[in-house]
């Protein structure tokens, strides 16, 4: 009867509330106490965690946020050509590319040349022409690939090119480096083209070397000689050329299929062109 009474008190009249926020605070010491011994065995066990335990999941931790921030990259850039996208191809699936993280081992010491060593190779499935990308855009491609390590071409060296494409507008040209790791030049742009300070250039996965849609630099400045065809145009490349650690390196669904795609008779510099893909 008096837990009936108690019940219907509760359900019409808030007179109860008080009555169990005193109960609950009065069984917090109840509550602790069982949660004791968990905890203290939790506890426990840190005290010897060693270092290298520690280390491992710091570098689990890092190489999973880099993976997601690479997909929050590639998905900002295809939002903006979603809708037009399901329009023309009239379906909504998007494949996505593998990738294993790397870590950069060596740096070359050349002034004039821009490569970096990773420490993945031809045993984890890299081949030449393979895409490297840090957290934040396009990094460059595979030059060379041993058992154990890769170099990797960086976007900035002098005799390195990409397709690209305006995010906002879909204008596509090539993108150089200029040995400069802090900017890249675009050519070849009409000075009626329709571009901006501050447009995002992706990749444009023409020629079929880097994926599709990935970032590599923002437009900065623009300038229009009188007389000239075409403007010049510097851009900032978006990836941390000389400061990031860790990259990732790119696997198309074709390579998953072949195991041999990216590999190709244009050698170490087939990414010195303007004719280089994309991928």
Do not use: C
């Amino acid at each position: 009867m008096l837990s009936a009474i108690l019940i219907v008190a509760d359900v019409r009249f808030d007179q109860v509330t008080p009555v169990r926020s005193a109960i609950g605070t009065g069984l917090a010491p109840v509550h602790w106490l069982g949660n004791a011994p968990s905890e203290f065995g939790d506890w426990v066990a840190s005290l010897f965690t060693t270092r290298e335990d520690l280390q491992e999941e710091n570098e689990a931790l890092q190489a999973r946020l880099l993976i997601l921030e690479r997909r929050a990259l590639k998905y900002a850039a295809l939002a903006s050509e979603n809708n037009e996208l399901r329009k023309l191809m009239n379906s909504s699936e998007v494949l996505d590319d593998r990738v294993i993280v790397g870590e950069i081992v060596a740096v070359s010491p050349d002034p004039f040349s821009h490569e970096v060593v990773i420490n993945k190779g031809s045993r984890d499935g890299v081949v030449v022409g393979q895409a490297i990308l840090d957290a934040n855009g396009l990094m460059g491609q595979v030059q060379q690939a041993s058992s154990f390590t890769s170099r990797v071409l960086l976007v900035s060296d002098s005799s390195h090119a990409v397709p690209v494409e305006v995010v906002r507008n879909g204008l596509r040209a090539i993108l150089l480096g200029n040995g400069d790791t802090s900017a890249l030049e675009l050519v070849h742009v009409p000075d009626t083209a329709d571009i901006r300070e501050g447009d995002l250039l992706v990749s444009s996965g023409l020629g079929g070397r880097f994926p599709k849609g990935y970032p590599v630099a923002e437009v900065g400045q623009i300038t229009k000689e009188p007389g000239e065809p075409f403007v010049k145009i510097h851009a900032t490349p978006m990836a941390e050329l000389n400061r990031s650690r860790l990259v990732l390196v790119v696997f198309s669904p074709e390579q998953d299929t072949t195991g041999d795609a990216g590999s190709s008779p244009e050698g170490p510099n087939a990414g010195s062109s303007a004719q280089d893909g994309v991928r």
